[in-house]
């Protein structure tokens, strides 16, 4: 299987694994072809990069953090994201909260893509990677202060996106007091 | 509810940090919230209702259509790709097989024997410009190490937690502040006490922190260092560039100084105390 390094397979790993990078990509790209883009990157860097796994079944998170990776990437050759309104809300929590099915998928990829990338990118790692805090800090190398503040105020901007229709409009603005400014 | 600590930011980060359906609340540091689940019902409430969204938003980012014929695309791609381990591939020869005239050498070894050239003239060249590029980056300023003003803040805001502000000459005629690291010109702490301190390892750098006490009773440090950031104002802003963990932190530069101020509260204690520096204790 494409776990295994001394037997990397690419036809293998892009059966095991495109359609999650794929998903993984279009979440942090809001783009369908980005996120095609992005993951045909990502397939051939690991293709490039293949003697870099180590262990057997780690493969999936490999891909993701070369996603990750040419996502920053991308960003850097784009003009910058505008600071979202990353306020703290707990009241956005809705008291009946909805089934995945029930989220609007549309306003769930704008709230995404009105985060600045750092904090989408811990978003995704949360919510698609299924990582813990800990987690998220030891693999971007952040402090663990850091990755807990973005976490929270993503989750909320986007909690506002997604169930409080009065202030998606004031969310979606762009606002340099919440970005730390210099 | 008026008690109960669901305005707290360092409860709601750890709130927001539980991933639904799993143990992460008996994570040690997850202990205070923990707590407080169980001391305010309304709070554990929070938690469920929380988590249950968490779960549905979780789901929903896994449910991304793929398009048809990605996988044929991205193998077709891979396969246009030089083969990684093709270009490195060197065939072995024994002594007595290399054959003694250039035109004995079979097409194929000559092949790698001139790859095998390239690659090592390459892997020279590469050797040598990373050997330049460490030189080049171990003589930089320092400031074009730091990762941002973010991170900036995130340090003054770690190292204001294991500072323990204490030992500090009261500022005054008879003990003026050390040459080189000067209080803020645009922070007037005239009306405060001040200690001033040295400290080593700030920032990685030397510089010196005052301990202020506001007029109406709010603490702060500010730090000073020799450091570049660039595009930072020259003074402090009216609220912080990041509140977190009862901690509020600006930054800013005047001249070759860096000013990091910590002020121990969220926003409110910030903003309180500028303006009681402004206008006195605010009662």
Request: with cysteine.
């Given at each position: 299987m494409g776990d295994d390094a001394s037997t990397f397979d690419p036809a293998q790993v892009v059966a095991d694994h495109l359609e999650s990078v794929y998903r993984y990509a279009f979440r942090l790209s809001g783009s369908a072809v980005d996120a095609e883009d992005l993951t045909q990157q990502v397939f051939l860097t690991a293709h490039q990069k293949q003697g870099q796994i180590r262990n057997a079944g780690s493969t999936r998170g490999w891909l993701f953090a070369i996603l990750r990776h040419c996502f920053?990437?991308?960003?850097?050759?784009?003009?910058?994201?505008?600071?979202?309104?990353?306020?703290?809300n707990v009241e956005t929590i809705p008291a009946d909260p909805p089934t995945g099915e029930a989220i609007d998928q549309e306003q769930l990829q704008l709230g995404i893509d009105q985060l600045p990338s750092p904090y989408r990118v811990v978003?995704?790692?949360?919510?698609?990677?299924?990582?813990?805090?800990?987690?998220?800090?030891?693999?971007?190398?952040?402090?663990?202060?850091?990755?807990?503040?973005?976490?929270?105020?993503?989750?909320?901007?986007?909690?506002?996106?997604?169930?409080?229709?009065?202030?998606r409009t004031e969310a979606a603005r762009p606002r340099s007091a919440a970005k730390p400014r210099g | 509810?008026?008690?109960?600590?669901?305005?707290?930011?360092?409860?709601?980060?750890?709130?927001?940090?539980?991933?639904?359906?799993?143990?992460?609340?008996?994570?040690?540091?997850?202990?205070?919230?923990?707590?407080?689940?169980?001391?305010?019902?309304?709070?554990?409430?929070?938690?469920?209702?929380?988590?249950?969204?968490?779960?549905?938003?979780?789901?929903?980012?896994?449910?991304?259509?793929?398009?048809?014929?990605?996988?044929?695309?991205?193998?077709?791609?891979?396969?246009?790709?030089?083969?990684?381990?093709?270009?490195?591939?060197?065939?072995?020869?024994?002594?007595?097989?290399?054959?003694?005239?250039?035109?004995?050498?079979?097409?194929?070894?000559?092949?790698c024997r001139t790859r095998r050239r390239r690659w090592l003239w390459a892997a020279g060249a590469l050797a040598a410009a990373a050997c330049v590029l460490v030189a080049v980056l171990l003589?930089?300023?320092?400031?074009?190490?730091?990762?941002?003003?973010?991170?900036?803040?995130?340090?003054?805001?770690?190292?204001?937690?294991?500072?323990?502000?204490?030992?500090?000459?009261?500022?005054?005629?008879?003990?003026?502040?050390?040459?080189?690291?000067?209080?803020?010109?645009?922070?007037?702490?005239?009306?405060?006490?001040v200690r001033w301190r040295p400290i080593h390892d700030f920032l990685d750098s030397r510089g010196t922190a005052y301990d202020i006490t506001g007029p109406g009773g709010v603490s702060a440090t500010l730090y000073v260092v020799k450091l570049g950031l660039p595009g930072l104002g020259s003074s402090p802003p009216g609220v912080p560039m990041l509140a977190t963990g009862h901690r509020?932190?600006?930054?800013?530069?005047?001249?070759?100084?860096?000013?990091?101020?910590?002020?121990?509260?969220?926003?409110?204690?910030?903003?309180?105390?500028?303006?009681?520096?402004?206008?006195?204790?605010?009662?």
């Open positions: 920053s990437k991308s960003c850097q050759k784009r003009r910058p994201t505008p600071a979202a309104n990353l306020q703290l978003l995704a790692m949360f919510y698609f990677e299924n990582c813990s805090y800990r987690e998220i800090a030891e693999k971007l190398d952040l402090p663990i202060g850091t990755v807990m503040s973005r976490l929270a105020r993503a989750k909320g901007h986007l909690r506002t996106y997604l169930f409080d229709s009065n202030r | 509810m008026t008690s109960c600590p669901i305005h707290d930011p360092r409860i709601i980060e750890a709130l927001e940090a539980c991933r639904p359906g799993s143990d992460d609340l008996q994570d040690p540091a997850m202990e205070p919230l923990a707590r407080q689940i169980g001391v305010f019902p309304e709070l554990g409430t929070l938690y469920d209702r929380l988590q249950r969204t968490d779960r549905a938003i979780a789901e929903a980012f896994q449910r991304v259509p793929v398009p048809a014929g990605l996988a044929a695309r991205t193998l077709a791609r891979l396969a246009a790709a030089p083969d990684p381990l093709g270009d490195l591939l060197l065939i072995p020869l024994a002594s007595a097989d290399v054959p003694t005239l250039h035109e004995d050498i079979p097409p194929k070894a000559a092949d003589n930089l300023p320092k400031a074009a190490k730091f990762p941002g003003v973010e991170e900036v803040l995130n340090q003054a805001i770690a190292f204001f937690d294991r500072d323990a502000r204490t030992g500090g000459t009261l500022l005054g005629p008879a003990s003026p502040p050390p040459a080189g690291y000067p209080p803020s010109a645009a922070l007037p702490v005239r009306t405060c006490e509020s932190t600006a930054v800013w530069q005047e001249g070759d100084l860096l000013y990091v101020l910590v002020v121990e509260g969220e926003s409110r204690e910030y903003e309180r105390f500028f303006l009681e520096l402004a206008t006195g204790p605010v009662t």
